[in-house]
């Protein structure tokens, strides 16, 4: 059973344009969600993270949001550049439980 | 600080073989959890160690098994492969077991089961 997911497998974006990565979870329980970016032949790298207590989280280029109400978070990325091109991962976690349940994630092509 | 290192990076098995895969962590990081990624599935948690002892396990078969020595280096066995469990293994560690600790993630072993 998937809690967590990214109904999107792809996106491509113009250089310069914004960037929006959807997810959607279902467990009421998660209190804490992240952001990670994975190139190639390399392992996830934490980009951003928000808490349940807050809708919104900026960091740079990168603002995630979270809506509660829809069970619903987005990361933003604002300019796209070429370099943000990976496979970005959606995760959630609960306290008391700590392990992250990710999404499938979502391939970002930024073409220049 | 060096990074989570794993070894080996790739590793090509037969059905029925056992395998082991090592984790040494960041320096100074005492949690290392394990997770598989498949096509489709996105990463899935495995377990989690912290000081020696098993914190979490996720929903896999009791063929997947870890541990994890006093110097916080883990290792993770799967016995009697299967084809399906041919996926990217990887490995996370963070200095605590506190909410909201970053994972960082080492590169990986690949491997494949024929």
């Known amino acids: 059973d998937q809690q967590v997911k990214q109904n999107s497998p792809s996106l491509s974006v113009q250089e310069g344009r914004i960037s929006i990565l959807n997810c959607d979870y279902t467990n009421s329980m998660f209190d804490y969600f992240l952001w990670y970016k994975k190139y190639p032949a390399e392992g996830p790298t934490f980009l951003i993270s928000i808490s349940s207590i807050k809708d919104k989280n900026e960091d740079g280029r990168f603002t995630v949001f979270l809506n509660k109400s829809a069970k619903h978070l987005s990361l933003h990325i604002v300019p796209s550049q070429p370099g943000d091109s990976a496979v970005y991962f959606c995760?959630?976690?609960?306290?008391?439980?700590?392990?992250?349940?990710f999404g499938t994630g979502t391939r970002l092509t930024v073409i220049p | 600080k060096a990074g989570v290192t794993q070894t080996p990076r790739y590793l090509i098995k037969t059905r029925g073989q056992q395998v082991t895969l090592s984790c040494s962590p960041i320096?100074?990081?005492?949690?290392v959890s394990w997770y598989q990624q498949t096509p489709g599935q996105g990463l899935q948690f495995l377990f989690e160690?912290?000081?020696?002892?098993?914190?979490n396990k996720g929903n896999f078969p009791g063929r997947f098994s870890g541990r994890q020595f006093s110097n916080s280096r883990s290792e993770m066995n799967v016995s009697t492969l299967e084809l399906g469990d041919s996926a990217l293994y990887l490995c996370?560690?963070?200095?605590?077991?506190?909410?909201?600790?970053?994972?960082?993630f080492g590169p990986g072993t690949r491997l494949l089961v024929l």
């Open positions: 160690y912290f000081s020696e002892t098993q914190r």
């Open positions: 995760a959630a976690s609960r306290t008391g439980a700590n392990n992250l349940f």
């Open positions: 996370a560690s963070r200095g605590g077991v506190q909410p909201g600790e970053t994972q960082y």
């Open positions: 320096s100074g990081h005492r949690s």
